[in-house]
């Protein structure tokens, strides 16, 4: 089997940080040998969330089995996923914002036997929907469980609690027309209706300057998508909160690396 070198689009203080969780967690655990040592199942596992390795490959490139791969995988997940802050958490920083933005993503997954529920009609395609906020640079501030992709975005925001924690914490929040009907801290572009055919210059004026803010959450939802794996999910779909919960840890150490 032939081999190259490739990178992983990620700082060292990224690897590091997982090293350091992987090693701290052998410790408690006070495991044995292992093939791969700490900096290694890390590398590995970036490798796989990263790049979107699969496991043949990242098993032929670091001379281990399948098996072994995606053990070490899904411990170093679980071990990021545990990190992870609930919305009860990130509001503590989402509370300081200037104003927060909110949107909703699709994540494609391989069709299950279950596929009803998983089907978006509105992305013609099988995916889990995650509610994404945004800082007012476009910086992913938090992602939430997955839910299957007939969810609307209004409703998984409810469902969530999204809604009812911006407005408790009264943080002015953008968001595109799939949320009307949200009301509390929650503002919507004005929409044409049966009885309102045209919007008046006014309205398509305020709607022109809502994009350009709601735009900046799209660069939120691009940051999650630069983590190849997420491109087409070929896992269980309850595995997606854990994978978007591991990769949510890492973009913040990612996005941090020079600070400290």
Request: hydrophobic share 40%.
């Amino acid at each position: 089997m032939l081999s190259y070198p490739a990178t992983i689009s990620l700082s060292r203080r990224t690897l590091n940080h997982l090293a350091e969780r992987i090693r701290g967690h052998r410790q408690q655990r006070k495991s044995r040998w292992r093939k791969l040592d700490p900096g290694r199942q890390a590398l590995l596992t970036l490798a796989h969330l990263r790049n979107g390795d699969t496991y043949t490959r990242l098993a032929a490139g670091f001379e281990i089995g399948i098996a072994t791969a995606w053990r070490y995988v899904q411990e170093a997940i679980a071990l990021l996923s545990a990190a992870a802050d609930d919305l009860a958490s990130a509001m503590r920083r989402i509370r300081q914002l200037a104003y927060a933005i909110l949107d909703g993503t699709l994540i494609p997954i391989d069709r299950v036997a279950d596929q009803r529920p998983y089907y978006s009609g509105k992305h013609k395609r099988h995916g889990v929907n995650v509610q994404v906020i945004a800082d007012a640079a476009g910086r992913l501030v938090w992602a939430s469980p997955a839910l299957p992709g007939s969810a609307h975005d209004l409703s998984a925001a409810r469902i969530h609690g999204i809604i009812d924690a911006l407005t408790s914490a009264d943080v002015m929040t953008f968001a595109d027309k799939g949320y009307q009907g949200a009301r509390g801290s929650v503002r919507t572009p004005f929409k044409r209706r049966r009885f309102r055919p045209k919007l008046s210059r006014r309205q398509k004026a305020v709607n022109r300057a809502h994009a350009k803010v709601r735009a900046r959450g799209e660069r939120a939802i691009a940051t999650l998508k630069t983590w190849k794996i997420l491109a087409k999910l070929r896992c269980c779909p309850r595995r997606a909160t854990t994978i978007v919960q591991a990769i949510l840890v890492l973009q913040h150490v990612e996005a941090n690396r020079y600070a400290g």
